[in-house]
């Protein structure tokens, strides 16, 4: 009865990470992608978020297209402002690569780097403390960087979970499109679950 049991979550489990990809796919293209992807995020990670506190089934499309929809203006800012510091980023990259004395270049260059090393590992919080807390806009990714380097063996296991899922797609491409960006996704929020204090907590 146990087995049953056991084998019926795992199948459950398989199908709604199925389910959460194929809507992550449709509501990313329905908003013409560069209004979509961002709510679609949101929505995905909210419905993980769900699913692991209660640890049981859930109406997954339900609560899709509830938070897709409730998340939709917020979620496209907050996304768009990830964009605004990640092309800055990569513009004063650009620009010190320019500088004629190479020990300076050499010294930017570096710091530019670390900078956006931090930056690549704090987007992968932004979006589970978006679905976890309601913050000001500017405190998500505040509140990011503080947990990517002040949970770094959390921050380890997410990329080992995530660099695993990126190789298994690599030979086997057909994952993508049937449970890649769902398990990435839910690998991410797990993790982040386990350095994120209780909604009731105070982050600011």
């Keep these: 009865m146990d087995m049953s049991r056991w084998y019926l979550r795992l199948g459950t489990w398989l199908f709604n990470l199925f389910l959460l990809n194929l809507l ?20 995905l990670f909210a419905v993980h978020r769900r699913s692991i506190m ?5 109406p ?3 609560l899709f297209l509830i938070n897709y929809r409730k998340e939709f203006f917020k979620a496209n800012l907050l996304g ?36 956006m090393v931090v930056y690549g590992i704090t987007l992968l919080y932004v979006f589970p403390l978006f679905v976890h807390f309601d ?3 500017s405190q998500y990714p505040k509140n990011a960087i503080i947990l990517a380097v002040g949970r770094p063996m959390r921050t380890l ?16 491409t057909a994952l993508i499109p049937v449970i890649g960006i769902s398990l990435s996704s839910y690998i991410i929020m797990w993790t982040a679950l386990k350095s994120l204090p209780k909604k009731t907590d105070s982050m600011d």
């Design 60 to 62: 997954v499309l339900k």
């Design 80 to 115: 768009y402002l990830l964009v605004f510091i990640g092309a800055v980023l990569y513009i004063d990259f650009r620009v010190v690569q320019l500088i004629s004395d190479k020990q300076l270049q050499s010294i930017l260059v570096n710091i530019t780097v670390v900078i």
């Design 157 to 172: 296991i997410m990329l080992l979970g995530l660099l695993l899922v990126i190789y298994f797609c690599f030979y086997i």
């Design 54 to 58: 209660e640890d049981n089934d859930i």
């Design 24 to 43: 992550w796919i449709f509501f990313t293209f329905a908003g013409f992608i560069v209004l979509g992807i961002f709510p679609a995020t949101a929505a």
């Design 135 to 137: 913050q000001k806009l």
